[in-house]
Protein backbone atom coordinates (compact mmCIF):
# COMPACT_ATOMS: atom_id res chain seq x y z
CA UNK A 1 0.00 0.00 0.00
CA UNK A 2 1.05 3.48 -0.64
CA UNK A 3 -0.63 5.91 1.03
CA UNK A 4 -4.26 5.27 2.93
CA UNK A 5 -6.23 6.42 0.25
CA UNK A 6 -5.46 3.85 -2.37
CA UNK A 7 -8.23 1.63 -0.94
CA UNK A 8 -10.99 3.71 -0.22
CA UNK A 9 -14.89 3.02 -1.19
CA UNK A 10 -15.36 5.18 -4.11
CA UNK A 11 -18.00 7.04 -1.24
CA UNK A 12 -14.83 8.28 -0.24
CA UNK A 13 -14.46 10.22 -3.29
CA UNK A 14 -15.90 13.46 -3.95
CA UNK A 15 -15.52 12.57 -8.03
CA UNK A 16 -17.43 9.59 -7.97
CA UNK A 17 -19.84 10.04 -4.67
CA UNK A 18 -20.74 13.16 -5.47
CA UNK A 19 -19.51 15.35 -9.00
CA UNK A 20 -20.17 11.91 -11.38
CA UNK A 21 -23.79 11.15 -9.91
CA UNK A 22 -27.08 12.60 -9.96
CA UNK A 23 -27.88 14.49 -6.47
CA UNK A 24 -30.79 11.67 -6.05
CA UNK A 25 -28.51 8.82 -6.59
CA UNK A 26 -26.60 9.98 -4.05
CA UNK A 27 -26.23 7.45 -0.89
CA UNK A 28 -24.52 6.20 2.17
CA UNK A 29 -24.72 9.44 3.51
CA UNK A 30 -25.62 7.86 7.28
CA UNK A 31 -23.65 4.92 8.69
CA UNK A 32 -25.86 3.89 11.55
CA UNK A 33 -24.86 2.96 14.75
CA UNK A 34 -28.14 1.05 15.88
CA UNK A 35 -31.16 -0.78 14.18
CA UNK A 36 -34.10 1.04 14.09
CA UNK A 37 -36.98 -1.55 13.70
CA UNK A 38 -40.71 -0.98 13.02
CA UNK A 39 -40.67 -2.49 16.36
CA UNK A 40 -38.61 0.52 18.01
CA UNK A 41 -40.02 2.41 20.55
CA UNK A 42 -38.87 6.00 19.14
CA UNK A 43 -40.55 9.44 20.29
CA UNK A 44 -39.13 13.10 18.37
CA UNK A 45 -39.15 16.60 19.59
CA UNK A 46 -37.21 19.90 18.79
CA UNK A 47 -37.15 21.95 16.48
CA UNK A 48 -39.91 22.62 13.30
CA UNK A 49 -38.16 20.27 11.00
CA UNK A 50 -38.78 16.99 13.30
CA UNK A 51 -42.27 16.72 13.25
CA UNK A 52 -41.40 15.31 9.25
CA UNK A 53 -40.13 12.67 10.88
CA UNK A 54 -42.57 11.30 13.08
CA UNK A 55 -44.71 11.83 9.97
CA UNK A 56 -42.80 9.60 7.85
CA UNK A 57 -42.12 6.67 10.61
CA UNK A 58 -45.83 7.02 10.68
CA UNK A 59 -46.34 7.08 7.25
CA UNK A 60 -44.03 3.73 6.85
CA UNK A 61 -45.92 2.12 9.61
CA UNK A 62 -43.04 2.68 12.44
CA UNK A 63 -43.38 2.44 16.43
CA UNK A 64 -43.55 6.47 16.75
CA UNK A 65 -44.68 7.24 20.06
CA UNK A 66 -47.36 9.71 21.03
CA UNK A 67 -47.00 10.61 24.88
CA UNK A 68 -49.61 13.62 25.06
CA UNK A 69 -52.36 12.18 22.47
CA UNK A 70 -54.65 15.05 23.79
CA UNK A 71 -58.18 14.31 24.98
CA UNK A 72 -60.06 11.50 23.14
CA UNK A 73 -62.33 12.23 20.25
CA UNK A 74 -60.36 15.44 19.12
CA UNK A 75 -60.75 15.66 15.78
CA UNK A 76 -57.37 15.49 13.19
CA UNK A 77 -57.91 19.71 12.75
CA UNK A 78 -58.31 20.36 16.58
CA UNK A 79 -55.48 18.00 17.36
CA UNK A 80 -53.43 19.77 14.88
CA UNK A 81 -54.23 23.54 15.98
CA UNK A 82 -53.94 22.57 19.25
CA UNK A 83 -50.56 21.00 18.98
CA UNK A 84 -51.02 17.39 20.22
CA UNK A 85 -49.30 14.73 18.16
CA UNK A 86 -47.04 17.31 16.13
CA UNK A 87 -43.94 16.05 18.57
CA UNK A 88 -43.96 12.82 21.05
CA UNK A 89 -45.32 15.82 23.87
CA UNK A 90 -46.89 18.90 23.51
CA UNK A 91 -43.96 21.30 24.32
CA UNK A 92 -43.73 22.83 20.68
CA UNK A 93 -40.34 23.44 18.50
CA UNK A 94 -37.18 23.09 21.28
CA UNK A 95 -34.96 25.17 19.22
CA UNK A 96 -31.65 25.08 21.54
CA UNK A 97 -29.41 22.15 23.58
CA UNK A 98 -30.47 24.95 26.59
CA UNK A 99 -34.15 24.05 26.21
CA UNK A 100 -33.89 20.86 25.83
CA UNK A 101 -31.97 20.53 29.11
CA UNK A 102 -34.91 22.84 30.44
CA UNK A 103 -37.64 20.13 29.77
CA UNK A 104 -35.99 17.43 30.93
CA UNK A 105 -34.65 18.56 33.92
CA UNK A 106 -38.20 19.98 35.05
CA UNK A 107 -39.83 16.74 34.07
CA UNK A 108 -37.10 14.51 35.34
CA UNK A 109 -35.87 16.40 38.44
CA UNK A 110 -37.41 17.69 41.63
CA UNK A 111 -36.72 21.36 39.85
CA UNK A 112 -40.09 23.36 38.81
CA UNK A 113 -40.41 25.64 35.87
CA UNK A 114 -40.08 29.63 36.70
CA UNK A 115 -43.76 30.59 37.23
CA UNK A 116 -43.85 32.91 35.06
CA UNK A 117 -46.28 34.01 32.68
CA UNK A 118 -46.82 35.90 29.86
CA UNK A 119 -50.36 37.74 29.56
CA UNK A 120 -51.85 39.05 26.03
CA UNK A 121 -55.51 40.47 26.10
CA UNK A 122 -56.21 38.69 29.18
CA UNK A 123 -55.01 35.34 28.12
CA UNK A 124 -52.52 33.54 29.38
CA UNK A 125 -49.29 31.96 27.22
CA UNK A 126 -46.51 29.74 28.33
CA UNK A 127 -43.06 31.53 28.08
CA UNK A 128 -41.53 27.89 27.00
CA UNK A 129 -44.85 26.70 24.30
CA UNK A 130 -46.33 29.75 23.53
CA UNK A 131 -47.77 28.67 20.71
CA UNK A 132 -49.54 25.22 21.74
CA UNK A 133 -52.88 26.70 23.06
CA UNK A 134 -54.06 28.99 20.56
CA UNK A 135 -55.66 31.90 21.59
CA UNK A 136 -53.77 31.33 25.08
CA UNK A 137 -55.39 29.50 28.39
CA UNK A 138 -57.91 31.35 30.15
CA UNK A 139 -56.04 31.76 33.44
CA UNK A 140 -52.64 30.72 34.71
CA UNK A 141 -53.78 27.85 36.78
CA UNK A 142 -54.99 26.03 33.94
CA UNK A 143 -51.79 27.21 32.19
CA UNK A 144 -49.52 25.10 35.20
CA UNK A 145 -52.21 22.06 34.70
CA UNK A 146 -51.46 21.74 30.96
CA UNK A 147 -47.74 21.87 31.36
CA UNK A 148 -47.45 19.45 34.23
CA UNK A 149 -49.30 16.93 31.61
CA UNK A 150 -46.37 17.91 29.30
CA UNK A 151 -44.24 17.14 32.07
CA UNK A 152 -44.96 13.84 32.97
CA UNK A 153 -45.64 12.70 29.17
CA UNK A 154 -41.74 13.71 28.98
CA UNK A 155 -40.93 12.04 31.34
CA UNK A 156 -42.37 8.73 30.12
CA UNK A 157 -41.35 9.51 26.91
CA UNK A 158 -37.47 8.90 27.75
CA UNK A 159 -38.33 6.16 30.16
CA UNK A 160 -40.57 4.31 27.85
CA UNK A 161 -38.78 5.01 24.29
CA UNK A 162 -35.78 2.95 22.70
CA UNK A 163 -34.71 6.03 20.32
CA UNK A 164 -34.88 9.70 21.05
CA UNK A 165 -35.26 11.53 18.15
CA UNK A 166 -33.95 15.14 18.61
CA UNK A 167 -33.76 18.17 16.06
CA UNK A 168 -31.62 20.76 16.91
CA UNK A 169 -32.47 24.20 15.16
CA UNK A 170 -30.84 27.42 16.77
CA UNK A 171 -28.36 28.73 18.84
CA UNK A 172 -29.97 31.90 19.23
CA UNK A 173 -32.44 32.48 22.36
CA UNK A 174 -33.75 35.03 25.08
CA UNK A 175 -33.23 34.37 28.56
CA UNK A 176 -33.90 36.12 32.15
CA UNK A 177 -30.91 38.43 32.70
CA UNK A 178 -31.19 36.84 36.43
CA UNK A 179 -32.10 33.70 36.38
CA UNK A 180 -30.63 32.32 32.91
CA UNK A 181 -34.01 30.45 32.22
CA UNK A 182 -34.20 30.44 28.57
CA UNK A 183 -37.23 31.05 26.49
CA UNK A 184 -39.01 29.63 23.32
CA UNK A 185 -39.46 33.07 21.64
CA UNK A 186 -39.10 36.42 22.28
CA UNK A 187 -40.62 38.02 24.98
CA UNK A 188 -42.94 40.32 23.29
CA UNK A 189 -43.32 38.28 20.29
CA UNK A 190 -45.77 36.08 20.91
CA UNK A 191 -47.09 37.09 23.64
CA UNK A 192 -45.56 39.30 27.04
CA UNK A 193 -43.39 42.25 27.49
CA UNK A 194 -39.93 42.47 25.95
CA UNK A 195 -37.97 44.41 29.09
CA UNK A 196 -34.83 45.84 27.71
CA UNK A 197 -33.31 45.11 31.63
CA UNK A 198 -34.74 42.29 32.40
CA UNK A 199 -34.57 40.40 28.81
CA UNK A 200 -31.21 38.95 27.40
CA UNK A 201 -30.03 37.92 23.95
CA UNK A 202 -27.55 34.90 23.89
CA UNK A 203 -25.85 33.48 20.61
CA UNK A 204 -24.49 29.95 22.47
CA UNK A 205 -21.69 28.95 21.19
CA UNK A 206 -19.70 25.50 21.08
CA UNK A 207 -18.70 24.55 24.19
CA UNK A 208 -22.04 26.29 25.45
CA UNK A 209 -24.11 23.91 23.39
CA UNK A 210 -21.81 21.11 24.40
CA UNK A 211 -22.28 21.71 28.16
CA UNK A 212 -26.28 21.92 27.76
CA UNK A 213 -26.57 18.92 25.37
CA UNK A 214 -24.29 16.88 26.95
CA UNK A 215 -26.33 17.85 30.48
CA UNK A 216 -28.97 16.50 28.41
CA UNK A 217 -27.89 12.94 27.34
CA UNK A 218 -26.74 13.06 30.83
CA UNK A 219 -30.62 13.01 32.45
CA UNK A 220 -31.70 11.28 29.66
CA UNK A 221 -29.13 8.27 29.75
CA UNK A 222 -29.87 8.12 33.47
CA UNK A 223 -33.59 7.73 33.37
CA UNK A 224 -33.25 4.86 30.64
CA UNK A 225 -29.90 3.25 30.52
CA UNK A 226 -31.53 1.57 27.00
CA UNK A 227 -32.00 4.79 25.10
CA UNK A 228 -30.77 5.68 21.91
CA UNK A 229 -30.48 9.28 20.76
CA UNK A 230 -30.64 10.23 17.56
CA UNK A 231 -29.36 13.96 16.38
CA UNK A 232 -30.11 16.37 13.34
CA UNK A 233 -29.78 19.35 12.87
CA UNK A 234 -33.06 21.36 11.56
CA UNK A 235 -32.15 22.73 7.29
CA UNK A 236 -34.89 25.89 7.99
CA UNK A 237 -32.98 28.92 7.89
CA UNK A 238 -33.46 31.35 10.83
CA UNK A 239 -36.24 33.45 10.38
CA UNK A 240 -34.39 36.80 12.11
CA UNK A 241 -31.14 37.01 14.09
CA UNK A 242 -30.85 39.33 16.79
CA UNK A 243 -26.85 38.46 16.63
CA UNK A 244 -26.20 41.74 14.64
CA UNK A 245 -25.24 39.67 11.54
CA UNK A 246 -26.89 39.25 8.13
CA UNK A 247 -29.17 36.60 8.90
CA UNK A 248 -27.31 34.49 5.90
CA UNK A 249 -24.06 34.70 7.82
CA UNK A 250 -26.01 34.15 11.04
CA UNK A 251 -28.04 31.01 9.60
CA UNK A 252 -24.47 29.46 8.97
CA UNK A 253 -22.84 30.32 12.05
CA UNK A 254 -26.12 28.80 13.55
CA UNK A 255 -26.13 25.36 11.80
CA UNK A 256 -22.39 24.99 11.60
CA UNK A 257 -22.32 25.14 15.48
CA UNK A 258 -25.07 22.70 15.52
CA UNK A 259 -23.58 20.29 13.48
CA UNK A 260 -20.19 20.23 15.00
CA UNK A 261 -21.84 19.64 18.04
CA UNK A 262 -23.72 16.85 16.51
CA UNK A 263 -20.21 15.65 15.08
CA UNK A 264 -18.47 15.59 18.34
CA UNK A 265 -21.73 14.05 20.80
CA UNK A 266 -21.19 11.18 17.76
CA UNK A 267 -17.53 10.67 18.08
CA UNK A 268 -17.91 10.84 22.27
CA UNK A 269 -20.95 9.00 23.00
CA UNK A 270 -21.69 5.23 21.81
CA UNK A 271 -25.62 6.25 22.33
CA UNK A 272 -25.55 9.10 19.91
CA UNK A 273 -26.05 9.44 16.34
CA UNK A 274 -26.36 11.77 14.26
CA UNK A 275 -28.24 11.36 10.63
CA UNK A 276 -27.95 14.08 8.14
CA UNK A 277 -31.13 15.36 6.98
CA UNK A 278 -29.46 18.79 7.07
CA UNK A 279 -27.27 18.17 4.66
CA UNK A 280 -29.37 16.37 2.12
CA UNK A 281 -31.77 19.70 2.11
CA UNK A 282 -28.66 22.99 2.62
CA UNK A 283 -25.81 20.43 0.44
CA UNK A 284 -24.82 23.00 -2.70
CA UNK A 285 -24.79 18.96 -4.41
CA UNK A 286 -28.55 19.47 -4.13
CA UNK A 287 -28.69 22.58 -5.82
CA UNK A 288 -31.25 23.78 -3.72
CA UNK A 289 -34.22 21.90 -5.04
CA UNK A 290 -35.92 20.90 -1.68
CA UNK A 291 -36.56 24.67 -0.99
CA UNK A 292 -39.58 26.38 -1.76
CA UNK A 293 -38.74 29.86 -3.50
CA UNK A 294 -38.64 30.79 -0.28
CA UNK A 295 -35.44 29.58 -0.08
CA UNK A 296 -36.38 28.56 3.69
CA UNK A 297 -39.22 26.01 3.68
CA UNK A 298 -38.41 22.44 2.84
CA UNK A 299 -40.92 20.92 -0.05
CA UNK A 300 -42.51 17.40 0.69
CA UNK A 301 -39.77 16.05 -1.81
CA UNK A 302 -37.28 16.92 0.25
CA UNK A 303 -38.57 15.61 3.07
CA UNK A 304 -39.70 12.49 0.97
CA UNK A 305 -35.60 12.47 0.03
CA UNK A 306 -34.70 12.75 3.79
CA UNK A 307 -36.67 10.36 5.24
CA UNK A 308 -36.18 7.76 2.23
CA UNK A 309 -32.40 8.18 2.71
CA UNK A 310 -32.93 7.21 6.30
CA UNK A 311 -35.22 4.41 5.96
CA UNK A 312 -32.57 3.13 2.82
CA UNK A 313 -29.37 3.67 5.28
CA UNK A 314 -30.62 1.63 7.91
CA UNK A 315 -31.56 -1.28 5.61
CA UNK A 316 -28.02 -1.06 4.02
CA UNK A 317 -26.21 -1.25 7.56
CA UNK A 318 -28.44 -3.85 9.35
CA UNK A 319 -30.59 -5.58 6.65
CA UNK A 320 -34.25 -5.89 6.17
CA UNK A 321 -36.82 -4.28 4.05
CA UNK A 322 -36.18 -0.86 2.64
CA UNK A 323 -39.41 1.26 3.87
CA UNK A 324 -39.14 3.83 0.90
CA UNK A 325 -43.02 3.85 -0.32
CA UNK A 326 -45.19 5.93 2.34
CA UNK A 327 -48.50 4.57 3.21
CA UNK A 328 -51.26 6.79 1.93
CA UNK A 329 -52.11 9.84 5.25
CA UNK A 330 -55.57 9.39 5.89
CA UNK A 331 -57.25 12.90 4.73
CA UNK A 332 -58.02 14.98 7.59
CA UNK A 333 -61.54 15.56 8.47
CA UNK A 334 -62.94 19.36 7.74
CA UNK A 335 -65.71 20.69 10.02
CA UNK A 336 -68.27 20.42 7.46
CA UNK A 337 -67.72 16.73 7.14
CA UNK A 338 -67.86 15.79 10.90
CA UNK A 339 -69.86 11.93 10.25
CA UNK A 340 -72.86 11.88 11.47
CA UNK A 341 -73.92 8.20 13.10
CA UNK A 342 -76.70 6.93 10.39
CA UNK A 343 -80.30 5.58 11.50
CA UNK A 344 -80.76 1.85 11.82
CA UNK A 345 -83.98 0.49 10.29
CA UNK A 346 -85.49 0.61 13.81
CA UNK A 347 -84.62 3.99 14.82
CA UNK A 348 -85.84 5.18 11.69
CA UNK A 349 -89.02 3.33 11.99
CA UNK A 350 -89.63 4.96 15.04
CA UNK A 351 -89.10 8.25 13.84
CA UNK A 352 -91.57 7.48 11.21
CA UNK A 353 -94.10 6.45 13.75
CA UNK A 354 -93.55 9.56 15.74
CA UNK A 355 -94.63 11.87 13.19
CA UNK A 356 -97.37 9.78 11.84
CA UNK A 357 -99.09 9.54 14.82
CA UNK A 358 -99.03 13.26 15.25
CA UNK A 359 -99.88 14.16 11.24
CA UNK A 360 -101.48 11.67 9.89
CA UNK A 361 -103.04 9.17 12.82
CA UNK A 362 -105.11 7.81 10.79
CA UNK A 363 -102.49 5.98 8.57
CA UNK A 364 -100.32 4.98 11.59
CA UNK A 365 -101.43 1.62 11.03
CA UNK A 366 -101.82 1.34 7.41
CA UNK B 1 -104.57 36.40 9.04
CA UNK B 2 -101.87 38.11 7.02
CA UNK B 3 -100.68 40.06 9.89
CA UNK B 4 -99.79 37.55 12.12
CA UNK B 5 -96.25 36.84 12.80
CA UNK B 6 -95.67 32.92 10.42
CA UNK B 7 -93.77 30.63 12.84
CA UNK B 8 -92.85 27.43 11.00
CA UNK B 9 -91.54 24.35 13.06
CA UNK B 10 -89.04 23.40 11.01
CA UNK B 11 -87.82 19.40 12.24
CA UNK B 12 -86.88 15.79 12.29
CA UNK B 13 -89.26 13.14 14.21
CA UNK B 14 -88.40 15.37 17.24
CA UNK B 15 -91.19 18.02 16.05
CA UNK B 16 -93.68 15.37 16.11
CA UNK B 17 -94.25 15.65 19.88
CA UNK B 18 -94.73 20.08 19.39
CA UNK B 19 -97.81 18.86 16.67
CA UNK B 20 -99.28 16.45 19.20
CA UNK B 21 -99.24 18.95 21.76
CA UNK B 22 -100.75 21.44 19.30
CA UNK B 23 -103.30 19.05 18.62
CA UNK B 24 -104.17 17.92 22.31
CA UNK B 25 -104.94 21.41 22.80
CA UNK B 26 -101.97 21.96 25.27
CA UNK B 27 -100.75 25.04 23.94
CA UNK B 28 -102.41 28.52 23.34
CA UNK B 29 -101.52 28.60 19.27
CA UNK B 30 -103.65 31.75 19.03
CA UNK B 31 -101.79 35.09 17.46
CA UNK B 32 -99.50 33.20 15.24
CA UNK B 33 -99.70 31.64 11.96
CA UNK B 34 -98.02 28.01 12.11
CA UNK B 35 -96.67 25.54 10.16
CA UNK B 36 -94.89 22.83 10.24
CA UNK B 37 -91.79 21.17 7.71
CA UNK B 38 -90.04 18.09 8.46
CA UNK B 39 -89.80 14.41 7.99
CA UNK B 40 -88.02 11.90 9.71
CA UNK B 41 -83.72 12.47 10.21
CA UNK B 42 -82.90 10.08 7.56
CA UNK B 43 -83.95 12.51 5.02
CA UNK B 44 -81.90 15.78 6.55
CA UNK B 45 -78.70 14.52 4.53
CA UNK B 46 -80.82 15.10 1.43
CA UNK B 47 -81.90 18.81 2.49
CA UNK B 48 -79.66 21.67 1.41
CA UNK B 49 -79.54 25.73 1.80
CA UNK B 50 -80.07 27.30 -1.54
CA UNK B 51 -81.13 30.46 -2.78
CA UNK B 52 -82.54 31.58 1.19
CA UNK B 53 -84.56 28.00 1.37
CA UNK B 54 -83.77 24.86 2.55
CA UNK B 55 -84.43 22.71 -0.36
CA UNK B 56 -84.69 19.12 -0.98
CA UNK B 57 -81.98 17.39 -2.94
CA UNK B 58 -84.20 15.10 -5.16
CA UNK B 59 -88.09 14.97 -5.53
CA UNK B 60 -89.12 11.44 -3.60
CA UNK B 61 -87.48 13.34 -0.28
CA UNK B 62 -89.40 16.59 -1.66
CA UNK B 63 -92.72 14.89 -1.33
CA UNK B 64 -92.37 13.39 1.64
CA UNK B 65 -91.60 16.27 3.53
CA UNK B 66 -94.36 18.03 1.71
CA UNK B 67 -96.76 15.24 2.91
CA UNK B 68 -97.15 16.80 5.89
CA UNK B 69 -96.99 20.38 5.28
CA UNK B 70 -100.31 21.70 5.35
CA UNK B 71 -99.23 23.76 1.97
CA UNK B 72 -97.83 21.02 0.62
CA UNK B 73 -94.66 22.64 0.57
CA UNK B 74 -91.91 21.67 -1.53
CA UNK B 75 -89.23 23.43 0.10
CA UNK B 76 -88.78 26.16 3.08
CA UNK B 77 -88.31 29.52 1.91
CA UNK B 78 -87.02 31.41 5.06
CA UNK B 79 -88.52 35.05 3.83
CA UNK B 80 -91.70 33.70 4.34
CA UNK B 81 -91.57 32.97 7.67
CA UNK B 82 -91.16 35.53 10.79
CA UNK B 83 -89.48 33.18 12.53
CA UNK B 84 -88.83 29.69 12.00
CA UNK B 85 -87.68 27.31 14.90
CA UNK B 86 -85.10 24.36 14.10
CA UNK B 87 -86.85 21.69 16.06
CA UNK B 88 -84.31 18.26 17.18
CA UNK B 89 -83.09 18.08 13.10
CA UNK B 90 -80.26 15.75 14.08
CA UNK B 91 -78.20 18.48 16.37
CA UNK B 92 -77.50 16.35 19.38
CA UNK B 93 -75.59 18.35 22.59
CA UNK B 94 -75.50 15.39 24.41
CA UNK B 95 -72.66 13.52 22.78
CA UNK B 96 -70.88 16.31 23.11
CA UNK B 97 -71.26 17.32 26.58
CA UNK B 98 -70.80 13.99 26.68
CA UNK B 99 -67.14 13.58 25.31
CA UNK B 100 -66.26 16.59 26.80
CA UNK B 101 -67.49 15.15 30.79
CA UNK B 102 -65.78 12.41 29.95
CA UNK B 103 -62.36 13.98 28.94
CA UNK B 104 -62.98 15.69 32.01
CA UNK B 105 -63.20 13.15 34.17
CA UNK B 106 -60.42 10.56 32.91
CA UNK B 107 -57.90 13.43 31.71
CA UNK B 108 -55.85 14.73 29.90
CA UNK B 109 -56.59 17.87 31.50
CA UNK B 110 -58.94 19.79 29.20
CA UNK B 111 -58.52 23.77 28.64
CA UNK B 112 -61.20 25.91 28.50
CA UNK B 113 -59.88 26.96 25.22
CA UNK B 114 -60.15 23.35 23.42
CA UNK B 115 -63.65 22.38 25.10
CA UNK B 116 -65.05 25.75 23.27
CA UNK B 117 -62.99 24.59 20.33
CA UNK B 118 -64.67 21.61 20.56
CA UNK B 119 -68.04 22.44 21.47
CA UNK B 120 -67.96 25.08 18.55
CA UNK B 121 -66.86 22.72 15.82
CA UNK B 122 -69.15 19.76 17.56
CA UNK B 123 -72.36 22.20 16.66
CA UNK B 124 -71.33 23.44 13.09
CA UNK B 125 -70.18 20.18 11.65
CA UNK B 126 -73.98 19.01 12.29
CA UNK B 127 -76.02 19.02 9.14
CA UNK B 128 -79.04 19.77 10.77
CA UNK B 129 -77.03 22.79 12.46
CA UNK B 130 -76.02 24.14 9.17
CA UNK B 131 -79.55 24.10 7.82
CA UNK B 132 -80.32 26.31 10.90
CA UNK B 133 -77.47 28.51 10.02
CA UNK B 134 -78.29 29.15 6.16
CA UNK B 135 -81.70 30.32 6.99
CA UNK B 136 -80.31 32.54 9.45
CA UNK B 137 -78.13 33.54 6.81
CA UNK B 138 -80.90 34.50 5.51
CA UNK B 139 -81.59 37.67 7.20
CA UNK B 140 -84.92 37.18 6.65
CA UNK B 141 -86.68 35.00 9.72
CA UNK B 142 -85.54 34.71 12.95
CA UNK B 143 -84.08 31.57 13.45
CA UNK B 144 -84.56 29.62 16.73
CA UNK B 145 -82.94 26.08 17.29
CA UNK B 146 -83.90 23.77 19.79
CA UNK B 147 -81.25 20.29 19.98
CA UNK B 148 -82.62 17.21 20.26
CA UNK B 149 -83.24 16.45 23.92
CA UNK B 150 -80.96 14.52 26.15
CA UNK B 151 -81.83 11.31 26.18
CA UNK B 152 -84.45 9.43 28.48
CA UNK B 153 -83.46 8.48 32.16
CA UNK B 154 -82.54 4.79 32.26
CA UNK B 155 -80.16 3.88 34.99
CA UNK B 156 -79.50 0.51 33.24
CA UNK B 157 -79.05 1.77 29.96
CA UNK B 158 -76.59 4.80 31.43
CA UNK B 159 -74.90 3.75 33.63
CA UNK B 160 -71.45 4.28 32.76
CA UNK B 161 -72.23 7.68 32.25
CA UNK B 162 -72.92 8.12 35.81
CA UNK B 163 -69.51 7.13 36.65
CA UNK B 164 -68.07 8.69 40.24
CA UNK B 165 -66.64 12.02 39.28
CA UNK B 166 -69.56 12.88 36.40
CA UNK B 167 -72.39 14.05 38.34
CA UNK B 168 -70.45 17.15 40.31
CA UNK B 169 -68.90 17.57 36.51
CA UNK B 170 -72.09 17.77 35.32
CA UNK B 171 -73.25 20.14 37.68
CA UNK B 172 -70.29 22.66 37.38
CA UNK B 173 -69.49 22.28 33.46
CA UNK B 174 -73.01 21.78 31.46
CA UNK B 175 -74.69 25.30 32.26
CA UNK B 176 -71.42 26.51 30.63
CA UNK B 177 -71.35 24.36 28.01
CA UNK B 178 -74.86 25.65 27.12
CA UNK B 179 -73.82 29.17 27.25
CA UNK B 180 -70.74 28.31 24.79
CA UNK B 181 -73.10 26.94 21.95
CA UNK B 182 -75.72 29.93 23.07
CA UNK B 183 -72.52 32.35 21.89
CA UNK B 184 -71.69 30.43 19.10
CA UNK B 185 -74.98 30.14 17.52
CA UNK B 186 -75.64 33.69 17.93
CA UNK B 187 -72.41 34.49 15.72
CA UNK B 188 -74.43 32.45 13.12
CA UNK B 189 -77.41 34.34 13.74
CA UNK B 190 -78.80 31.71 15.69
CA UNK B 191 -81.20 31.77 18.88
CA UNK B 192 -80.19 28.52 20.83
CA UNK B 193 -83.12 27.36 22.70
CA UNK B 194 -81.66 25.19 25.63
CA UNK B 195 -83.70 22.24 26.94
CA UNK B 196 -85.89 23.31 29.41
CA UNK B 197 -84.89 22.98 32.75
CA UNK B 198 -87.97 21.16 34.44
CA UNK B 199 -87.39 18.31 32.21
CA UNK B 200 -84.14 17.58 32.93
CA UNK B 201 -83.24 14.45 35.76
CA UNK B 202 -79.28 13.79 36.82
CA UNK B 203 -77.81 16.91 34.92
CA UNK B 204 -78.07 14.97 31.78
CA UNK B 205 -81.30 13.37 30.82
CA UNK B 206 -84.80 14.20 30.38
CA UNK B 207 -87.18 13.02 33.04
CA UNK B 208 -88.97 9.94 32.10
CA UNK B 209 -92.18 11.84 32.57
CA UNK B 210 -91.77 13.50 29.16
CA UNK B 211 -90.81 10.42 27.04
CA UNK B 212 -92.77 8.56 24.48
CA UNK B 213 -95.49 6.43 26.19
CA UNK B 214 -93.83 2.69 26.47
CA UNK B 215 -90.56 4.14 25.77
CA UNK B 216 -88.56 1.43 27.45
CA UNK B 217 -90.62 -0.87 25.62
CA UNK B 218 -89.56 0.01 22.81
CA UNK B 219 -86.68 1.02 23.55
CA UNK B 220 -87.16 4.72 22.80
CA UNK B 221 -85.20 6.80 24.61
CA UNK B 222 -85.23 9.60 22.13
CA UNK B 223 -88.67 10.83 21.16
CA UNK B 224 -90.77 13.16 23.68
CA UNK B 225 -94.34 13.32 24.30
CA UNK B 226 -96.95 15.96 23.82
CA UNK B 227 -96.08 17.21 27.42
CA UNK B 228 -92.46 18.02 26.86
CA UNK B 229 -93.60 19.37 22.87
CA UNK B 230 -96.19 22.07 24.84
CA UNK B 231 -93.31 23.42 26.43
CA UNK B 232 -91.23 23.96 23.34
CA UNK B 233 -94.21 25.02 21.54
CA UNK B 234 -95.40 27.40 23.87
CA UNK B 235 -92.00 29.26 24.21
CA UNK B 236 -91.66 29.33 20.32
CA UNK B 237 -95.05 30.62 19.94
CA UNK B 238 -94.27 33.36 22.75
CA UNK B 239 -90.77 34.20 21.54
CA UNK B 240 -92.91 34.49 17.55
CA UNK B 241 -95.74 36.52 19.22
CA UNK B 242 -92.89 38.70 20.93
CA UNK B 243 -90.06 39.53 18.45
CA UNK B 244 -90.99 38.85 14.68
CA UNK B 245 -88.46 40.12 11.81
CA UNK B 246 -85.38 40.34 13.96
CA UNK B 247 -83.09 38.30 13.05
CA UNK B 248 -80.54 37.59 15.65
CA UNK B 249 -76.78 38.76 14.62
CA UNK B 250 -74.58 39.76 17.50
CA UNK B 251 -71.16 39.38 16.42
CA UNK B 252 -70.48 41.61 13.42
Known amino acids: MTHPYQTLPEDRFWRTAVAERDALEITGLWKPKHAIARRTRIVTAGSCFAQHFSRALLARRYRWLDFEPGPAGLTPEQRKDYHYGTFSFRTGNIYTPKMLLQWLTWALTEAEPPGEVWEKDGRFYDPFRPGVEPGGFASAEELWTSRRDTLRAIAEAVRGSHVFVFTMGLTEAWQDRATGVEYAVCPGTVAGQFDAGRHVFVNHGFGALMGDMTAALRLMFRANRRLIVLLTVSPVPLTATASGSHVLTATSHSKSLLRAVASELVATQARVDYFPSYEIITHPAYKGRFFAPNLRSVLPEGVDHVMAQFFRDQAAAFGGEVAVAPAPVPAVAAVEEVPEPELTEAEELRCEEEILAAFAPGQRDG | ?252
Open chain 2, 1 to 252: MADLPRLCIFGDSHYACLKQAEVQGLVDVSGVELEYWGHVGGRFRYLEVRDGAVHPLDEFTARRFAKFNAKGRMFLPAAEFDVIHVTGARVYVWRLFHQLLRGMAQGPFLSSGLVRRILTDGLRGQAGYRLAAGLAATGTARVLLSPVAYYTADPDRFADVLAPAIPELIRERVPRFWAILEEVAAEDGIQLLRQPEETVTAGLFTDPAYAVEGHVEKRDFEHRNAAYGALILDRAVRMARQGCGSPVRSAE
